[in-house]
T-cell receptor, first 111, second 114 residues
Framework: EDQVTQSPEALRLQEGESSSLNCSYT??????LFWYRQDPGKGPEFLFT???AGEEKEKERLKATLTKKESFLHITAPKPEDSATYLC????????????FGKGTLLTVNP | DSGVTQTPKHLITATGQRVTLRCSPR?????VYWYQQSLDQGLQFLIQ???????AKGNILERFSAQQFPDLHSELNLSSLELGDSALYFC?????????????FGPGTRLTVT
């Protein structure tokens, strides 16, 4: 059974204090890995898709990387507006694929 | 604003009842996905439709069903509701239908079963 584990469950940072969020996965046949950001009471907002080990993508203060077992979301010099829950999801399988989400990391950035 | 709309925003109903949630995808998107999000289970993928046809099925209960209409809007029907069905239900859309592409989520429908 596909498993996605995100750590830490919660992370509190000071503004400007860089850190990383982890998403480790066990799937049969990874097709893609997604990162989303979710604000309270709202739908997730798409950030990145990574398809193969070694791939990296960047957007503003965020950088996502992928290995064969895990993905990292690096946050450089975060600002209070980066506070949110960050979700990762893995896509695996064939025509009837599986899409499995982790439970997320709640990031709080204090000014 | 993702461009995906969902109605209603809130829904309160009793156990045993049936409800219908509605979703309109972004303009040009052919795929619609439905999700359930609860505090203990996190975000669970339920089902995907692509251009009117079921494309992939996740953890959807037999009491739940969905369809996508010719105008591409979709409805999620929940029947014989139980207390445990209380959750946020999200719809998302994407352009393609092959697999789970990057998706754009609606604001959700909060369902409370009493």
């Amino acid at each position: 059974e596909d498993q996605v584990t995100q750590s830490p469950e919660a992370l509190r940072l000071q503004e400007g204090e860089s850190s990383s969020l982890n998403c480790s996965y066990t799937v049969s046949g990874l097709r893609g890995l997604f990162w989303y950001r979710q604000d309270p009471g709202k739908g997730p907002e798409f950030l990145f898709t990574l398809y193969s080990a070694g791939e990296e993508k960047e957007k503003e203060r965020l950088k996502a990387t992928l290995t064969k077992k895990e993905s990292f979301l690096h946050i450089t010099a975060p600002k209070p507006e980066d506070s949110a829950t960050y979700l990762c999801a893995v896509w695996s399988g064939g025509s009837n694929y599986k899409l499995t989400f982790g439970k997320g990391t709640l990031l709080t950035v204090n000014p | 604003d993702s461009g995906v709309t969902q109605t209603p925003k809130h829904l309160i109903t009793a156990t045993g009842q049936r409800v219908t949630l509605r979703c309109s995808p972004r303009s040009g998107d052919l795929s619609v996905y439905w999700y359930q999000q609860s505090l203990d289970q996190g975000l669970q993928f339920l089902i995907q439709y692509y251009n009117g046809e079921e494309r992939a099925k996740g953890n959807i209960l037999e009491r739940f069903s969905a369809q996508q209409f010719p105008d591409l809007h979709s409805e999620l029907n929940l029947s014989s509701l139980e207390l445990g069905d209380s959750a946020l239900y999200f719809c998302a859309s994407s352009v393609g239908g092959q697999g789970a592409r990057e998706q754009y989520f609606g604001p959700g429908t909060r369902l409370t079963v009493t």
